[in-house]
């Protein structure tokens, strides 16, 4: 998963086309929009409106892929993104099969609402409950595809864990915590 906002939606397209191409149609491109501390102290990037902007740069590596697949001019006008410029030089390598899916991290409704309208998936946070994972995530992610009148079976979703191992009570606790620092 790519951390989306320090990036621009051309160079994660053209980076994702690459790996596509290069792994047989098996690359999944994941975008994850990282807490506003990280976006804007480590990358010095904007975080203002984080749902807007993912769904501007979701719609606008759409429009990319439609480009380079199907030839198409490239036009997108976004609010965060313009794009109106692909000389043919700058066109990557025509692609054996589909482009590659574009999942979101969300972990909240509003997120989870915006990839479940535009994205291919959505990839899950690893720190969450079952309970919360059935009641609340799988529900907004139910009702978002009804809402949008996308089928369950053409969305991804993906949910990690955490893991803390250790040989013994000690080692157990301290990989615990190391993981319970991992927000």
Known sequence: MAISFP????HLAQTAWDLQRFS????????GSQVRAHVERRFGAA?????DRMADQVRAIHALFRCWADGTALRHDGPYWKLDLMPPLFRPVPLDGPPPPVLVAAVGPRMTAMATELADGVILHPF????????TTMRAVHDGLAAAGRA???????A??????????PQQR??????RGQK
């Open 7 to 10: 990036r621009s939606p051309t």
């Open 24 to 31: 047989g149609g098996r690359f999944l491109l994941g975008l």
């Open 47 to 51: 975080f203002e409106h984080p749902v």
């Open 128 to 135: 969450t409950t079952s309970a919360h994972l059935h009641d």
């Open 152 to 158: 369950r079976r053409s969305f991804t979703v993906i």
């Open 160 to 169: 990690g864990a955490m893991v803390a191992l250790g040989a013994d009570g």
């Open 174 to 179: 301290a990989s615990f915590e190391a993981a």
